[in-house]
């Protein structure tokens, strides 16, 4: 399962194992993520989709193997190497995680603060100018998270996520608790996101639609390692029980459509 | 250039029809946004009323929100003078931002601008609403306390006895050490304090009565009371809090279960009950202390204060404690509930609850310990 020797990676893991309470959730896991890709990350839940990409942000220690990004060994880099990745990369978390004691604004505002050194002005225009980007109108930058829809929490979520522009965002479940149509339209939303700032995108989902509709290249994880990788219809016609229950499932589009 | 971004005059060629032209390169990215947003206030004060501005972006090396922003301030900068600005050479994979770009930031929404004395004056008035709001949330708790004592009489089944014990041990039983550690302390630091005083005019035997009915009438229990308060009203409100903001206590009541019933009667009689318990031991602790202090520090004998103690305070003093207690338990309890129930979604919003919950049962405490002590002096005890 060495498919993906890509020389364009810009996440490469290699051998990773990672315990969760003693045993191995994630063992020897190989996984490339090309620049300028959108990744969709599946998995049966509790495989260790959101505990992969929980290490490889660096909030869980791994046992073994290696993480790279952007040519940079994560595990052997210094304190200020890592830094400087981790300026380059944008996490928007399951439950958006928007600091509550902030409004949206403030929220957005926040890593620019920390990370540049910017006017009060451009501060203001950049925050708005994220949040209008997300499809926000500006009278939600003065509101507090509690005061916010599911939808608006995602979307506040994901400007503050690209809000030192990023070039690779990592996303958990962005679609989750979201209406079939927000759903669509966050869809939309990154992909064009996508397209306009370049970034690479590593997406954890459970979304069918989403991987149909914008994902490049879809990994599977199961038993603890990518079993398999390349966009939909490679995973269409995989042979494994696992993948094909997943892709041709009663809920999956395309066995779905023709039952109907 | 090592990225540096740029915004150059190219010249006013004749060719361009008087047109000046503007040449721009380098990174145009968030780091550099500080000096580029410099660089373009400056271009745009240099060149007021020019009548037209051709900006020609192929040697930017790189793009991003905060360039194609910039470049966005930069063109209706120079729109504004009456400058005509045209972006010439944008590379293909910068120009959806820039296009993107210009749709943003049109309407700004106006931030409300405050008066400072209106601004004060409406604080407050806030302030006096929401002590007014504090007084009908405290009436309205007691009226469900009520009511939930009223339901467990009538149907003695659903009353959580489990949860009543489980509270008690944790309000009570495991606060005795270091109850019985601070009152010992009081107890003693009160006594050196007669004592040190007492002594100058030769009245040292009645640092006894002092301390006796010091400590029994008011610092006892007044001392308990404001360690339960920060130590059990304190973890009511934040576990009640963060239950609200999880909605837990939500899910509770479309089981059709009363919050007050499950979660707040428990905990206001386990404080109800552990109080005058923590009060009397703490009592003793203290009485304790301040014999210890009499005896090393005043050279009084232990038979010496035992006998004093005997005569200077009586069965009223020691029952005015006791009777005290139980009121500053129920006191701190219905603070901590209503705080608790009164969370609202933020982090923020809990930790100002937890801490109004503390300032307010204190306060309470001490406002109701002297109204009860005026009490007693009118009916003569």
């Known amino acids: 399962m060495d498919t993906n020797a890509d020389d364009d990676a810009v996440i490469r893991v290699r051998d990773l194992v990672v315990d969760f309470g003693g045993a191995p959730v994630l063992d020897r896991l190989c996984l490339d993520v090309r620049r300028g890709e959108i990744l969709g990350f599946v998995g049966a839940s509790g495989a260790g989709k959101s505990l992969l990409m929980r290490t490889i942000i660096g909030l869980v220690p791994k046992r073994a193997g290696m993480i790279e990004v952007d040519g940079v060994d994560l595990g052997a880099a210094s304190a200020s190497a890592r830094r400087r990745v981790e300026r380059r990369w944008g996490i928007l978390f399951q439950q958006g995680a928007l600091f509550s004691s902030l409004t949206a604004r403030q929220n957005v505002q926040f890593p620019i603060r920390e990370y540049l050194r910017v006017s009060k002005r451009l501060l203001d225009e950049i925050a708005l100018a994220k949040l209008e980007m997300v499809g926000l109108s500006p009278d939600v930058c003065d509101k507090y998270p509690a005061q916010l829809s599911g939808g608006m929490t995602k979307r506040v979520a994901l400007a503050r996520a690209l809000a030192l522009d990023p070039d690779i965002v990592f996303l958990d479940e962005p679609t989750s608790g979201l209406d079939p149509i927000g759903a669509g339209e966050f869809d939309d939303l990154i992909r064009t996101l996508q397209q306009t700032l370049g970034l690479t995108v590593f997406m954890v989902t459970h979304d069918l639609d989403s991987l149909h509709t914008v994902c490049d290249r879809i990994a599977v994880l199961a038993e603890g390692r990518v079993i398999t990788a390349g966009p939909i219809g490679t995973m269409l016609a995989s042979e494994h029980p696992w993948v094909q229950s997943y892709f041709h499932g009663k809920r999956s589009r395309v066995d779905g459509a023709r039952a109907a | ?195 040190f005083h007492f002594r100058q005019f030769g009245a040292d035997i009645y640092v006894v009565d002092m301390v006796g009915i010091l400590v029994l009438r008011e610092v006892g229990v007044l001392m308990v009371a404001v360690m339960v308060a920060g130590r059990s009203g304190s973890s009511y409100t934040a576990e009640l809090g963060s239950m609200k903001m999880r909605e837990e206590i939500d899910a509770l009541r479309t089981m059709g279960f009363d919050p007050i019933d499950v979660l707040v009667l428990p905990r206001v009689l386990a404080l109800v009950i552990a109080l005058p318990c923590l009060a009397f031991l703490g009592s003793m602790a203290a009485l304790y202390g301040g014999g210890l202090m009499c005896w090393a520090y005043g050279g009084m004998s232990p038979d010496v204060y035992i006998t004093r103690m005997r005569d200077a305070i009586s069965l009223g003093d020691f029952a005015i404690g006791l009777i005290k207690a139980p009121f500053m338990g129920l006191i701190i309890g219905v603070i901590a509930g209503v705080q608790g129930l009164s969370v609202a979604g933020s982090a923020e919003s809990l930790g100002r609850k937890t801490t109004d919950s503390v300032v307010k049962s204190i306060f309470l405490v001490i406002l109701v310990d002297g109204v009860l002590a005026m009490f007693f002096a009118a009916v003569g005890m």
Not at chain 2, 71 to 98: C, Q, Y
Not at chain 2, 106 to 133: C, D, F, I, N, Y
């Open chain 2, 1 to 195: 250039m090592n990225g540096e971004p740029v915004l150059e005059s190219a010249g006013q060629g004749a060719g361009h029809g008087g047109r000046l032209a503007l040449s721009a390169g380098g990174l145009w990215t968030a780091e550099r946004a500080g000096e580029l947003e410099r660089l373009i206030e400056r271009v745009i004060a240099r060149h007021p009323g020019v009548d037209g501005v051709d900006i020609d972006m192929a040697r930017v090396e790189r793009l991003d929100t905060f360039g194609a922003w910039l470049l966005e301030r930069l063109m209706r900068g120079l729109s504004a003078a009456g400058g005509e600005p045209r972006i010439t050479g944008l590379a293909d994979r910068h120009r959806a931002l820039v296009l993107r770009a210009r749709e943003v930031n049109r309407a700004v929404p106006a931030s409300p601008r405050r008066v400072m004395l209106a601004a004060s004056l409406e604080v407050v008035g806030r302030t006096v609403v929401q002590v007014g709001h504090d007084i009908a949330a405290v009436v309205a708790m007691l009226g469900a306390l009520a009511v939930a004592v009223g339901r467990a009489v009538v149907h003695p089944r659903s009353f959580r006895l489990t949860s009543l014990v489980h509270q008690v041990d944790r309000v009570g039983w495991r606060a005795v050490p270091i109850i019985l550690l601070i009152t010992f302390l009081i107890g003693a630091i009160l006594a050196q304090q007669g004592l």
